[in-house]
């Protein structure tokens, strides 16, 4: 199947600094992509959708000032925490719809990323 | 919020099959079934999904009732690599995301 891949895998950061986190599909384009937070011991929560060439749409909750999301090419898109804390410390997963292998629904994700605070 | 139950979690003896009921009384007639599942610390992976008909693939089969209110994911012969968060899904096709209930914990155990 297509293939998602995030980078960094793990990041470990000071509290005030900011990280940011690279989802790039491999082998598709994707037009659309959607960013995942998970707590530990808790399901995956949406974020955020985001759209190749225009502003991302926030989930009710998140605060965009503070996970800014660009989508400037078709194979990737970055969230960038901003001024983290250690309440932003969690497992972030981005996932896309390869358009190619038809209307099928399918989102494919990748391995995740952990944040962690100090 | 999901729209669906599913129980928090199951066992099942490895080269058992496991099968994983998620009860979705509410879905509409244009939403499929998907599962997914998602090993400790890793992105979900894609296991199946359906619309009315039964589906088959190498990974599972996915039972759908055919007032469409309840479904079964069953892997036919379960290995200790089974263990993890089973995710029963519905959803709209494409272009939409896609919104994680709490899942089944399957534990295989030899």
């Known amino acids: 199947g297509a293939v998602v891949s995030q980078h960094p895998s793990r990041v470990i950061c000071k509290s005030g600094t900011s990280v940011k986190i690279e989802c790039r599909s491999l082998d598709f384009q994707a037009t659309t992509m959607f960013w995942y937070r998970q707590f530990p011991k808790q399901s995956l929560m949406l974020m955020a959708t985001s759209n190749e060439g225009s502003k991302a749409t926030y989930e009710q909750g998140v605060e965009k000032d503070k996970f800014l999301i660009n989508h400037a090419s078709l194979t990737l898109s970055t969230l960038t925490v901003t001024s983290a804390h250690p309440e932003d410390s969690s497992f972030y997963i981005c996932?896309?719809?390869?358009?190619?292998?038809?209307?099928?629904?399918?989102?494919?994700f990748g391995e995740g990323s952990r944040l962690t605070v100090l | 919020d999901a729209k669906t139950t599913q129980p928090p979690s199951m066992d099942c003896a490895e080269g058992r099959a496991a099968n994983l009921p998620c009860n979705h009384s509410?879905?509409?007639?244009?939403?499929?079934v998907y599962w997914y599942r998602q090993i400790h610390s890793q992105g979900p992976q894609y296991i199946i999904h359906?619309?009315?008909n039964n589906e088959t693939n190498e990974m599972a089969s996915l039972i759908i009732t055919e007032d469409r209110k309840s479904s079964t994911l069953i892997l036919p012969h379960a290995t200790l690599r089974d263990t993890a968060v089973y995710y029963c899904i519905v959803s709209f096709q494409a272009g939409t995301a896609l919104i994680f209930g709490k899942g089944t914990t399957l534990s295989v155990s030899s």
């Open positions: 359906g619309l009315k």
């Open positions: 509410t879905i509409s007639g244009n939403e499929y």
């Open positions: 996932s896309a719809r390869d358009p190619a292998v038809g209307d099928t629904g399918e989102l494919f």
